[in-house]
């Protein structure tokens, strides 16, 4: 059984081996845990919890960015 | 993981205060933290009427939606920039949310209002569509604020953005930004009040936020913004503080204590100097402001360029 991970910008989908820990998932996937959230359904999961098979699990961004600055703060 | 608060499931961490939150006392935090920005740079004071910049994403929906939840009413400002789907979705968030929170949405568009957009805006003018951006938003946040009688126009930065601002502008020690970068920029004649209310939580903590609270917002990167200097400066601070927390927020509350101060004082004299733009009547040093210089090297552009 296969843990369904949703990924965003660009919107991509893998599946991975559970059952996985959050934490484990975002090394494997080298991804840094304060650029982003996993989300399952409408809810958030914690870094601590263990993904469960049949799961589908949205890696979500957080980083955004760019002219939203006020007084010539942020420049590219 | 257990809440901080109450012992039940926690959903979420707060690295940086040695913290985790159930959804209920996560709520409560991002409260408390704008709470105690607001009273700590004395951002809001209670008769003011407070415009919110709206752009659909997670910071502005989430700031309009703690004002309201400490009794701050304000009203949104959404302005279309014309980036294709990307603005066509992110108004649709905004409207949305006004809609279902049963608040005052105002719209200004570039292309029909004013006659560019920002992509062509950058086509024509050889210019970054993150500058174009930035100094269009920054002109008309502004004085849409002015005509209409707002005090505050309160933005949505959080703590990764002043982090990743003050980053870039210590790396080219560019003073006049330093001074200019504070959470409150004091109303002036032609200026109202500007404020970042979020300035003390993170951007992860606003994304939670919505997902927490509902809020549907617009996931998707702004396609002009990808790769840009910026994004650069969060990553590279992520990881920093991936490895020791708290290193963005020391980082940028260490400044506002103990830097601030040296380099706020040629930014006072700045504005003392201002006289009205001879085209739009906003406060500019240079006779005609940035924002009308910008429109008229659009103007000037081939005509096949600035609307695109």
């Given at each position: 059984m296969l843990v369904k991970v949703v990924l965003r910008n660009p919107r991509r989908e893998l599946e991975v081996r559970g059952p996985k820990s959050v934490t484990a998932l975002l090394a494997d996937l080298e991804?840094?845990?304060?650029s982003v959230l996993v989300i399952a359904g409408d809810e958030l999961v914690a870094r601590d919890a263990r993904l469960a098979d049949d799961l589908t699990v949205e890696i979500r961004p957080v980083i955004s960015g760019g002219a939203v600055d006020v007084d010539g703060a942020a420049r590219p | 993981m257990k809440c901080t608060v109450c012992r039940g499931p926690a959903v979420i961490d707060v690295r940086r205060h040695n913290s985790a939150f159930c959804p209920d006392h996560f709520v409560k935090h991002c409260q408390d933290q704008v709470r105690k920005a607001i009273h700590e740079h004395h951002?809001?004071?209670?008769a003011d009427r407070v415009l919110v910049a709206v752009s659909g994403g997670k910071d502005s929906l989430a700031l309009w939606d703690l004002l309201a939840g400490l009794d701050v009413t304000a009203d949104g400002l959404y302005l279309?920039?014309?980036?294709g789907d990307y603005s066509d979705e992110s108004v649709q968030h905004a409207r949305a949310y006004a809609r279902a929170h049963d608040r005052a949405l105002h719209e200004v568009d570039l292309g029909a209002d004013?006659?560019?957009t920002i992509p062509g805006a950058a086509e024509a003018t050889h210019r970054s569509p993150c500058g174009a951006c930035g100094l269009s938003k920054r002109h008309l946040f502004n004085r849409f604020a002015v005509d209409r009688g707002y005090d505050v126009v309160a933005t949505g930065h959080n703590l990764d953005d002043e982090a990743a601002v003050l980053l870039g502008n210590v790396l080219r020690w560019d003073v006049g930004y330093l001074g200019r970068q504070h959470p409150v920029l004091p109303a002036s004649e032609g200026f109202a009040r500007k404020v970042k209310p979020?300035?003390?939580?993170?951007e992860r903590e606003m994304a939670a936020y919505c997902v927490m609270r509902g809020i549907d917002y617009?996931?998707?990167?702004?396609p002009m913004a990808v790769g840009n200097r910026h994004l650069g400066y969060k990553e590279a601070l992520n990881a920093i503080e991936d490895r020791s927390p708290g290193t963005k927020a020391a980082f940028v509350y260490g400044f506002l204590e103990r830097g601030h101060h040296r380099f706020a004082e040629d930014v006072a004299s700045e504005r003392s100097d201002l006289a009205p733009c001879?085209?739009?009547?906003?406060?500019?040093?240079?006779?005609?402001?940035a924002f009308c210089k910008l429109r008229d090297r659009i103007e000037r552009a081939p005509s096949d360029q600035g609307t695109s």
């Open positions: 991804l840094n845990p304060e | 951002m809001i004071e209670p279309g920039l014309g980036i004013l006659g560019f979020l300035v003390r939580l993170g617009q996931v998707e990167e702004c001879t085209s739009c009547g906003a406060p500019t040093p240079d006779g005609v402001c």
